[in-house]
Each structure stands twice: as C-alpha cells, then as structure tokens.
C-alpha cells in the first residue's frame, strides 16, 4: 500500500466542470446592502469635487 504513489485527483470532477457553466450568481442582496453600498460612493462624491472622475461615473 506504502509502495504505490498517491493516485491523482480524479480527472471526472474537472471534465464536468469545464462542460457545465459555472452556477448563477446568488440571488440580489437585501435592500440594506444596496443602501449601504451607495452610502460610501455618496461620501466620496462629497469629499472630492465634481471633476472628470464624476463626469465618468455618471455618463
């Protein structure tokens, strides 16, 4: 049993893997998250000035 080397990883768990797509991504956060998620981009509209980065943000 010693003597035999490791057997490798299975390759049937990458072929299905490569042929399946990944899964759907989870379902949207709660509104909570949203909100705070929007807080944060608020707080830095207002600590730096209106300038190209915003322009960019908005078109």
């Not at 379902?27 to 960019?56: C, F, H, I, Q, R």
């Amino acid at each position: 049993m010693a003597t035999e080397p490791p057997a490798p990883p299975p390759p049937a768990i990458t072929a299905p893997s490569a042929s399946v797509p990944p899964p759907p991504p989870p379902p949207p956060p709660p509104t909570t998250t949203t909100s705070t998620s929007v807080t944060p981009v608020g707080a830095t509209n207002d600590d730096k000035p209106p300038s190209e980065y915003t322009l960019w943000q908005i078109g």
